[in-house]
């Protein structure tokens, strides 16, 4: 007799959640249709803008030349795009790249009101499938977009795959606080994060979402495993804020 966990659906985490796993791209997606207009206010709201001076570390630790390639996986509204296309500057090239077209759409139009046109792409594209040829790129950079992927192996994988020999992964994450920081960090969380959703976005379900996925994402040592997994090479981390965000380096060789 056949066992009928065999032909079960598998089951991957949105957020607390277990859903099938051919569904989750779709309520990613809608989370982000969602909140797409007030994406960038919430950002400075639950932050207290504290997130741009961690788009500014990653930013350094990029540390392009002119005339380098760079590739913004999940860019969103283009933060980290933007640093990238001033460092490689007109004679280098970057792609800013969003499986969201809502998201994508307000990225391409932030870098133009920043008059940054010239040296920018802009692509939809799935994180685990990046349509870009082998060793395209001088860096590949993922700020706070790996934690909604839904095989984020195959994510890493393909953003290996897309890096020169000697280019560098860079993954800006939400990650595990330090243990004295957790019990107001819990609160804040689940109790603040949803009723702000709630107030300026009018969506308190996907910052509720947000706070959990943040639960279910691995801690700093095994997304640095993941990414040696994926063929990268001296990974490493820095906590910033405590460890509330994470910012993982690794190296194609």
Known sequence: ???????????????YEQVPLEEKAERVRGVFNSVAGRYDLMNDL????????WKRFTLSQAALRPGQRALDVAGGTGDLAAGLARQVGATGSVVLSDINREMLERGRDRLLDRGLSGNVDFVQADAECLPFADASFDCVTIGFGL???????????????????GGQLLVLEFSQPVSSLRPLYDLYSFRVLPTLGRIIAGDADSYRYLAESIRTFPDQPALADMMREAGLDGCRWHNLAGGVVALHRGYAY
């Open 147 to 165: 934690r909604n992927v839904t095989d984020k192996a195959a994510a890493l994988a393909s953003m290996r795959r897309v890096l020169r020999p």
């Open 46 to 53: 639950m932050s207290g803008g504290l997130h741009r001076l």
């Open 1 to 15: 007799m056949t066992d009928p966990r065999e032909n079960a659906t598998p089951k991957v985490d949105f957020g």
